[in-house]
Nanobody, 122 residues
Framework: HVQLVESGGGSVQAGGSLRLSCAASGYTYSSYCMAWFRQAPGKEREGVAGIDSDGSTNYVDSVKGRFTISRDNAKNTLYLQMNSLKPEDTAMYYC????????????????WGQGTLVTVSS
């Protein structure tokens, strides 16, 4: 069965960095768009970044220049390098997979992980 397992979350001070990972299994990873979403307390879930099967990347404006999404198809793993973190980046971060390109703009994706918590203190 399909599994997406996130790791790498934690607590960091503003200006710090974290690297999230998402290990995927149970489907043809390389042919799927992968994305990172986040949900802060009291807010709606939002797409943060996506990477298509051809490696094309997209980011929400608030993280451009600070976050980098990447994928390793040999390891079936998705990454999110987060630099210059801000308190407003505090949220539960989820990875997701979908066969549609540009998948980070969608609300409902085919597969979801359980999430990893990122807390940024000022």
């Amino acid at each position: 069965h399909v599994q997406l397992v996130e790791s790498g979350g934690g607590s960091v001070q503003a200006g710090g960095s974290l690297r999230l990972s998402c290990a995927a299994s149970g489907y043809t990873y390389s042919s799927y768009c992968m994305a990172w979403f986040r949900q802060a307390p009291g807010k709606e879930r939002e797409g943060v970044a996506g990477i298509d099967s051809d490696g094309s990347t997209n980011y929400v404006d608030s993280v451009k220049g600070r976050f980098t999404i990447s994928r390793d198809n040999a390891k079936n793993t998705l990454y999110l390098q987060m630099n210059s973190l801000k308190p407003e980046d505090t949220a539960m971060y989820y990875c997701a997979a979908d066969p549609r390109d540009y998948c980070y703009v969608y609300t409902y994706l085919e597969h979801w992980g359980q999430g990893t918590l990122v807390t940024v203190s000022s």
